[in-house]
Antibody, heavy 126, light 111 residues
């Protein structure tokens, strides 16, 4: 059974830093790209970041580019999100999600999120 | 403002059929990127409901179906049940933003 367990969410002051972790089990972790997706209180889903299976490629939403860093340790089956220069608008439930990436019949590279963790809450407030 | 547009809410009586639309543009759904759907029950994490426009993961009842045409997609739920009351999100990829995008979500109320 696939399990994703996030941790590290706390209350932090604006401008502060935080590191989120996601422990993965139930699948071959280093075979899959991984993502962070967040959900502000009462709002919809927002993709945050993606890391390739080997950590060699990373991508970010414009809203976090330059402030957040995604990383992974395949020896520990773990995913991380280093969050710096935090702002009030970063307040959200942060989900770790396993990516399912594929090429369709026309050669388009696509992906979706086939498993999600339960989320960890980050609150940025003074 | 979400890149993909969904109605904020839909409702239906038990046993009825409801549909949820997801409208995009030429840089996402219209650019032949697939649409995927997620169900978020109250207080829980999202769960994959439909992938690749119309495919159901193992364990998802066949009451749920998806379709895509042009720059839009739809999720249909037949034989509505109380346990279907949840938020539903569509997702695709946007070539202009170079990343995945979500709809704003639709709250389904079972009357």
């Amino acid at each position: 059974e696939v399990q994703l367990v996030e941790s590290g969410g706390v209350v932090v002051q604006p401008g502060g830093s935080l590191r989120l972790s996601c422990a993965a089990s139930g699948f071959t972790f280093d075979d899959y790209a991984m993502h962070w997706v967040r959900q502000a209180p009462g709002k919809g889903l927002e993709w945050v970041s993606l890391i390739s299976w080997d950590g060699g490629s990373t991508y970010y939403a414009d809203s976090v580019k330059g402030r957040f860093t995604i990383s992974r340790d395949n020896s520990k089956n773990s995913l991380y999100l280093q969050m710096n220069s935090l702002r009030a608008e970063d307040t959200a439930l942060y989900y770790c999600a396993k990516g399912f990436h594929y090429y369709d019949s026309s050669g388009y590279y696509q992906y979706y999120f086939d498993y999600w963790g339960q989320g960890t809450l980050v609150t940025v407030s003074s | 403002q979400s890149v993909l547009t969904q109605p904020p809410s839909v409702s239906g009586a038990p046993g009825q059929r409801v549909t949820i639309s997801c409208t995009g543009s030429s840089s996402n759904i219209g650019a032949r990127y697939d649409v995927h759907w997620y169900q978020q029950l109250p207080g829980t994490a999202p769960k994959l409901l439909i992938y690749g426009n119309s495919n159901r993961p193992s364990g998802v009842p066949d009451r749920f179906s998806g379709s895509k045409s042009g720059t839009s997609a739809s999720l249909a739920i037949t034989g509505l049940q109380a346990e279907d009351e949840a938020d539903y999100y569509c997702q695709s990829y946007d070539s202009s933003l170079s990343g995945p995008v979500f709809g704003g979500g639709t709250k389904l109320t079972v009357l």
